[in-house]
């Protein structure tokens, strides 16, 4: 198992595929983009099954998640996500998107084997799109996410990040716009992960005003569904079918459930999203590392997770590498 010192296992592994992105959303990176990592420097197909092999029958891994950057963009996606879903056991595997060429991959991913996507989407208004993403591709991320669910990856769930005075009027519409089409919507505090290293806590949107945003709106009961590591605090939505999520990652982190570990995609272990130290599988593949060496490395780097994420600490230092780099 990966286990900490605090008695924390992590059963969820987060996989970044690229460090690229096809959007340049403000909250994220700057608009002329970012330097990213040279071909060689990326984990090939057959390394990124290897890990994940290694993860599932040493390890304890029952779900991946493929990251980016934007995980669409890799060429051999098909590829790995086909031959992850052969092994044994057999993962639960997820993608995190912004929905740009999902509709054209979200049936030949589901025939491949992936289970779910999460699409992230913040806003409902072309305007309000291209000013957060520098980009007008509004209509492909709703093409997108109604192909998803076409294909049977359900629920599809879509993540909205919600910013002071861009987008933060726009949270029961982009709640009733979800239930209509049966998506499962989660809003997520801004996190301090952009590459500009501009986030200041006044100006996040917190899970509270979130709330306070829906309840004047919507009849909301708490979820009765064991919430276990899942990050978000879960509401029913006017007696249900729908839910919707809100994670309080800065205002009320979850690090003492957390259960995840994360590899770049570089071939890089990050024990948590605002580590600042890393392990390097990388070379040790390229070494000849056999799997037990590498899974042992993998063991030292969890085992030295620390309690939580510190963001309240005084010496808090975001990472330094952003959330495209690190991985979602």
Not at 56 to 76: A, K, M, S, Y
Not at 104 to 123: F, H, I, K, Q
Not at 182 to 191: A, G
Request: proline share 5%.
């Amino acid at each position: 198992m990966l286990i900490d010192t605090f008695d924390r296992i992590a059963r969820d592994l987060r996989v970044s595929l690229t460090d690229r992105c096809n959007l340049r959303c403000t909250y994220c990176m700057p608009e002329e983009g970012l330097d990213w990592l040279a071909k060689p420097e990326l984990l090939t197909a057959d390394e990124i099954v290897r890990l994940i092999h290694i993860a599932v029958t040493q390890l304890g891994i029952r779900e991946v998640r493929f990251t980016g950057g934007e995980p669409l963009l890799r060429r051999d996606l098909l590829e790995v996500v086909g031959r992850v879903a052969a092994l044994e056991p057999r993962p639960q595997m997820s993608l995190t998107t912004n929905g740009i060429g999902l509709a054209r991959l979200a049936g030949p991913l589901r025939e491949a084997g992936l289970d779910r996507v999460n699409v992230s989407l913040d806003t409902l208004r072309s305007e309000t799109f291209r000013a957060l993403a520098r980009r007008d591709r509004l209509a492909d991320v709703v093409a997108g996410l109604a192909a998803a669910h076409e294909a049977g990856m359900r629920p599809v769930k879509v993540n909205a990040v919600l910013m002071r005075g861009v987008n933060d009027d726009e949270a029961p519409d982009l709640l009733r716009w979800c239930l209509d089409r049966e998506y499962e919507l989660r809003f997520i505090e801004q996190m301090p992960l952009d590459a500009q290293h501009g986030w200041t806590r006044e100006r996040m949107v917190t899970a509270t005003e979130i709330f306070n945003l829906l309840v004047p709106v919507f009849d909301l009961s708490q979820d009765e569904r064991q919430r276990g590591s899942d990050p978000a605090e879960t509401w029913v939505v006017d007696g249900g079918p729908g839910r919707v999520g809100i994670i309080a990652a800065v205002t009320l982190p979850f690090c003492g459930s957390c259960d995840r570990t994360r590899l770049t995609a570089d071939g890089q272990v990050r024990n948590c999203l605002f580590a600042r130290e890393e392990s390097d599988l990388r070379g040790l593949l390229r070494a000849g590392a056999n799997d037990a060496e590498i899974a042992a490395r993998w063991k030292a780097a969890m085992w030295a997770k620390k309690a939580g994420a510190g963001i309240d600490a005084p010496d808090f230092l975001q990472p330094a590498r952003p959330m495209s780099a690190i991985g979602g």
